[in-house]
C-alpha cells in the first residue's frame, strides 16, 4: 500500500467544499467557512476547487485537502486537474492530494493520466486521488501509482453517459480489483447512502452537493414546488 493511514483514516467523510462559479457562495472567503464548519463537525479532509479556494482554505484548517482545478481545454473533455501545471498550481496553494481526472479519455499535450500522476508523485512529492468512470480506468491508475482512485467521474462521461451516480456498482468492483483505497464519490444524497458505501467497502466517502450545494438544493426544492402549483 502506498498511501498514508493517517493523511485518509479509514471509514471517514470528506466534504466536497464547491459552488458553480456564477453563484455568491463561489467566494474564496465563503468556501474557506464551508470547509471549516465541516471538519468542525468531524469531517476528516475537504475537497476544494482552484488555488485561491484552495489557499483561502488552507489558511483555515490544517485537516488535508484534496486539491482540484477544473479547467475547459478546447478540444479535450478532461477536466479535472488535466495538465501538471494546473497540479503544480494546486500544490504551492497547500493541496495535501491532487485530484486528476484519471479516464481514458485523450489528453492535451500528449500526456496519459499515468505520466501525469507519476509527474504529480516525483516532483511535487503529492498524493494522488484518481477520479474515474470505469473499472479499466481505476485498474489503470492504480497501475499507475495512484494513492486513491474515485468514483467521481461515474456518469458523467460517454462511456457513462446512460449511468446514475451513486455508482454502487462500479465500487463493489472496483474494492474486489484494486488493492489501494477506493473512493466513493458522486450521487450521495444521504447519511444513509454514506453508510451503504462503507458497507460496499468504500475506504471514505465524499458528500458535496447534498451537504454544501445550496444553490443546487434550493432549486430542486423550488422545481419541485411549482410542479405542485401546476398539478393544483
Not at 26 to 53: L, W, Y
Not at 95 to 114: M, S, W
Not at 148 to 165: H, M, R
Not at 218 to 230: D, G, H, P, S
Request: proline letters at 6%; one cysteine or more; glycine letters at 8%.
Amino acid at each position: 500500500m502506498t498511501y498514508d493511514q493517517n493523511l485518509i483514516p479509514p471509514q471517514s467523510l470528506i466534504v466536497s467544499c464547491q459552488a458553480p462559479v456564477d453563484s455568491p457562495l463561489h467566494d474564496p472567503i465563503i468556501i474557506a467557512a464551508m470547509a471549516k464548519a465541516s471538519v468542525n463537525q468531524g469531517a476528516v479532509g475537504v475537497r476544494v476547487d482552484t488555488p485561491n479556494h484552495i489557499k483561502a482554505v488552507r489558511e483555515q484548517i490544517t485537516q488535508p485537502i484534496i486539491g482540484l482545478w477544473k479547467q475547459q481545454i478546447p478540444g479535450y473533455e478532461v477536466y479535472i486537474t488535466p495538465r501538471f501545471t494546473d497540479a503544480m498550481a494546486i500544490a504551492q496553494a497547500g493541496a495535501d492530494i491532487i485530484a486528476v481526472d484519471a479516464t481514458l479519455r485523450n489528453r492535451p499535450n500528449g500526456e496519459t493520466a499515468n505520466t501525469l500522476i507519476l509527474k504529480i508523485k516525483q516532483e511535487l512529492g503529492k498524493q494522488v486521488m484518481a477520479d474515474v468512470d470505469t473499472l479499466e480506468a481505476a485498474i489503470e491508475a492504480a497501475k499507475g501509482g495512484a494513492d486513491f482512485v474515485g468514483t467521481t467521474l461515474y456518469g458523467y462521461t460517454k462511456a457513462t453517459e446512460n449511468c446514475s451516480p451513486p455508482g454502487f456498482e462500479l465500487l463493489e468492483n472496483m474494492v474486489k480489483n484494486l488493492e489501494i483505497p477506493v473512493i466513493c464519490e458522486g450521487g450521495i444524497s444521504s447519511p444513509e447512502s454514506a453508510q451503504k458505501a462503507l458497507e460496499l467497502g468504500a475506504y471514505a466517502v465524499v458528500v458535496g452537493t447534498a451537504i454544501t450545494g445550496i444553490d443546487i438544493q434550493v432549486k430542486r426544492y423550488q422545481t419541485a414546488l411549482n410542479q405542485m402549483e401546476v398539478k393544483s
